[in-house]
């Protein structure tokens, strides 16, 4: 199993010694450890007795830190709430639809890492999910959101068409995030990533057609682009298929 | 309250002879009344209480049928999954794009009528929800899966790329849906089906870059179509704008 594996090449973890670690650090290991054990089994065959013991601590020490399971679940979630927030940040340098490929790239490696918990949390009905963890959620998807928009360079307040473009952009890229872990991961990431790359520009291409702001944040991007860019590309190959 | 106006105007549900109606309608009796007050309150508002008193029945008569809130929330969850599923049957006439309308036509109906409820149960983390209530979801989003792949004349297996275009189309439809509640209704949803539809067209085309499988789907789907459908004017208003 992965997370013994991880556990015995840190003996030290182990050792009766444990207790002398400062409470911040303490928390934090005890987080770590559960998100390993989330990343591998669904939320509800994870007890606080796997933990402890993948921690090398009591099951007390672990009470200690958090109330119950419920608890130290909400605490790895908003750890990894944050982490995926943090790989949002885009590179500076680049085409519009380059550093929306490396900030895909950086959710795949994430849902790769979190592979069963990531799934069990997207499709949602497992029984430590509350309406306090549907928030955290909730938050990472605005935070896209947020970010996405202001990628696009849009500074004033995005319409209606606009955020209905950009959140239905980002339930594509997580139901292709779902489809990739029921499949066995047999698509290669980057080749999703591409798909994704080119649904986004359609995407808001035909929102452009409704909408004068996602127009104007077209005409934006195909500029940033250039006419060499992966928009042209795309939509010379688009031409020649829809006027078959 | 829209519900005791419905009461009201049916005032035999409050005689005391309600214990004469035969099982199966006085089940079916509850399940309406629950839907009914779960589509304008959160299902963690609406108490077995509140059921009893809007159905013109007594607590312990509604406990007969339903071991507590929570089986009743699931019944009225699969009631509710089962109306949805039906109105997913294709109309007979049109091209592919106009009997898609017709379907997305009745689906923001059903939106519309189970408002609250339905965003409830889309943005999950509500205190009922279980294993199951997720369960039954997935159900009605598998019976979307497998219309729409059969509309698309797909008579084979569906390969990786189109069902993730399918998925990936039904989470967009999702997302509009929830946007639409979450604004108050404003779009009209004729205009919000008219984005869905494009969105599909161009959605598909994408993918068709990358499936051999879905640009069949493609060719199909124009050459029904016709020179003069949606699809083809589509293309050409994109042209002009993917080329500018």
């Known amino acids: 199993m992965a997370v013994s594996a991880t556990t015995s090449s840190e003996p030290a973890a182990r050792r009766p010694g444990y207790r002398r670690l ?8 005890l ?3 559960a998100l390993e054990l989330f990343a591998s089994r669904p939320p509800e065959e994870v007890s606080l007795d796997d933990v402890a013991e993948a921690a090398g601590a009591s099951r007390p020490l672990v009470y200690r830190y958090f109330a119950g399971k419920q608890q130290l679940y909400e605490a790895a979630l908003r750890s990894a709430a944050e982490e995926l927030a943090g790989r949002f940040t885009v590179p500076p340098d680049g ?10 790239d950086r959710y795949f490696d994430f849902v790769s890492e979190h592979h069963t918990g990531y799934g069990a949390l997207l499709r949602g009905g497992s029984v430590v999910e509350t309406a306090r963890t549907g928030a955290i959620v909730d938050e990472v998807r605005r935070a896209a959101l947020r970010r996405t928009v202001r990628h696009l360079g849009v500074r004033e307040a995005a319409g209606p068409r606009l955020t209905l473009l950009v959140r239905s952009w980002i339930s594509v890229v ?3 995030a779902l489809s990739w872990l029921d499949e066995g991961r047999q698509i290669p990431p980057e080749s999703l990533r591409d798909w994704l790359l080119d649904e986004f520009v359609v995407m808001t291409a035909a929102t452009a057609l409704h909408d004068p702001q996602t127009a104007e944040v077209l005409t934006r991007l195909l ?14 190959r688009l031409q020649g298929l829809l006027t078959q």
């Open 223 to 236: 500029r940033q682009e250039g006419p060499d860019g992966r928009a042209a590309a795309l939509a010379a």
């Open 174 to 176: 997580e139901a292709s």
């Open 31 to 33: 987080i770590a450890v």
């Open 22 to 29: 400062p409470v911040q650090q303490r928390r934090e290991q």
């Open 95 to 104: 085409t519009p639809t380059e550093q929306l490929s490396a900030v895909l």
